[in-house]
Nanobody
Framework: QVQLVESGGGLVQAGGSLRLSCAPSVSTFSIYHWGWFRQAPGKEREFVAAISWSGYSTWYADSVKGRFTISRDNAKNTVFLQMNSLKPEDTAVYYC??????????????????WGQGTQVTVSS
């Protein structure tokens, strides 16, 4: 059973930065699309960002455009989410997700095959 292992969450002041990373427990596991989602207390899970296999195609939620950057290192089979200019409303548990198919609706959580355990990001005001 392949697991996605996340790291990089934590507590940061508003305006600060964090970098999340995620990799599968099996290094040879092939992933086409990577995605990041988040869920704040009392709210539904929401799409944050996604990236295609080549890295040339990326997608972002309007709320994070210009502040967050998704990237991937295929040699290390790892995805990153660089989060800058963090706001208190970014506080949530962040989940990475992996899809093995190229033909998916990247903003839909149901399109992904595997999920990480989640990492807490807390932004203080």
């Amino acid at each position: 059973q392949v697991q996605l292992v996340e790291s990089g969450g934590g507590l940061v002041q508003a305006g600060g930065s964090l970098r999340l990373s995620c990799a599968p427990s099996v290094s040879t596991f092939s992933i086409y699309h990577w995605g990041w989602f988040r869920q704040a207390p009392g709210k539904e899970r929401e799409f944050v960002a996604a990236i295609s296999w080549s890295g040339y195609s990326t997608w972002y939620a309007d709320s994070v455009k210009g502040r967050f950057t998704i990237s991937r290192d295929n040699a290390k089979n790892t995805v990153f989410l660089q989060m800058n200019s963090l706001k208190p409303e970014d506080t949530a548990v962040y989940y990475c997700a992996a899809a093995r198919s190229s033909s998916i609706a990247v903003v839909s959580g149901s399109a992904y095959d595997y999920w990480g355990q989640g990492t807490q990001v807390t932004v203080s005001s």
